[in-house]
């Protein structure tokens, strides 16, 4: 059964992209949760109430949701490798402003709000360039190559935030570090 993915998608990514996909999975999965173990410090530092920090994950999971479907149209429309490239590169801009240009609540929910909806983009987008031009039969090791990506920037971030955190002396640089391979994946992808 066809769902008309072959007439949308204009891309058809050789293996090595998968490659680039999964390592997307693990860096936007990172600069979400390289936050909550050190938010504790992000709040004593902000001055933000509990249920200032707590929201933080909220509006995350808030903004994710609701890009998903709207910009997956977007992306069937526009191209969907160029909007994962935009998205790679606005997230890492979107990180790099968690660490350097937030200041309050304000910020620090703007930025957190903007990496939720370019990992919304990732999600959809992501598994849909892992299948196309892949056979029938390595589908779903195609999407299961991503998923590790995801899974393993779980695991990843919260060892990674005690770790930078200890040996940059705070919690902006990891932010700002991770910007880097982020906007350099974009532009290389």
């Known amino acids: 059964m066809s769902i008309g993915l072959e007439t949308t998608i204009r891309y058809r990514?050789?293996?090595?992209?998968?490659v680039a996909l999964c390592l997307g999975g693990i860096l936007l999965t990172v600069h979400r949760t390289l936050l909550y173990p050190v938010l504790d410090t992000v709040a004593a530092e902000l001055g933000l109430t509990a249920a200032q920090a707590g929201s933080v994950a909220s509006v995350y999971f808030v903004c994710l949701l609701t890009s998903q479907i709207a910009l997956s149209f977007y992306g069937a429309?526009?191209?969907?490798?160029?909007?994962?490239?935009?998205?790679?590169?606005?997230?890492?801009?979107?990180?790099?402003?968690?660490?350097?240009?937030?200041?309050?609540?304000?910020?620090?929910?703007?930025?957190?709000?903007?990496?939720?909806?370019m990992m919304g983009i990732f999600w959809p987008i992501g598994y849909s360039l892992a299948v196309v031009g892949v056979p029938d039969d390595q589908r779903g090791l195609a999407t299961g190559i991503v998923g590790a990506g995801l899974a393993a920037g779980s695991a990843l971030g919260p060892a990674l935030a005690g770790v930078l955190?200890?040996?940059?002396?705070?919690?902006?640089?990891?932010?700002?570090?991770?910007?880097?391979?982020?906007?350099?994946l974009g532009l290389a992808f």
Request: aromatic residues 16%; charged residues 10%.
């Open 77 to 117: 429309r526009v191209g969907l490798k160029r909007v994962l490239v935009v998205a790679y590169v606005l997230a890492g801009i979107a990180v790099a402003g968690m660490g350097w240009w937030t200041r309050d609540y304000a910020t620090l929910m703007l930025f957190v709000g903007f990496n939720g909806l």
């Open 13 to 18: 990514p050789a293996y090595g992209h998968l």
């Open 165 to 184: 955190f200890n040996w940059m002396g705070g919690w902006r640089m990891p932010f700002t570090l991770m910007a880097i391979p982020t906007i350099a």
